[in-house]
């Protein structure tokens, strides 16, 4: 399961606007300095987010069941972003 969310952290670093997703031209800098931020913010909480599931596998806290409703919810996230 940790290659899953190992995957889906890949996906959302190297492409942040999802994978069907569209760049937009013609941005200011101070936009850009904004989305900078945003972006370094959504990875923090990314990072926090993934470091507490994976803590809470391993312990055992979460069954497999629920492992998969949370796979499918972040692969449709990727996919709505």
Do not use: H, W
């Amino acid at each position: 399961m940790l290659l899953y969310f190992s995957i889906l952290i890949i996906v959302l670093l190297f492409k942040p606007t999802g994978i069907l997703g569209k760049k937009c031209k013609g941005e200011s800098i101070m936009d850009k300095k904004i989305k900078k931020l945003s972006y370094i913010a959504t990875y923090a909480i990314l990072l926090i987010v993934y470091f507490i599931l994976f803590s809470l596998i391993n312990s055992g806290f979460i069954s497999r069941y629920q492992i998969g409703i949370i796979i499918l919810i972040l692969i449709n996230v990727i996919f709505s972003s």
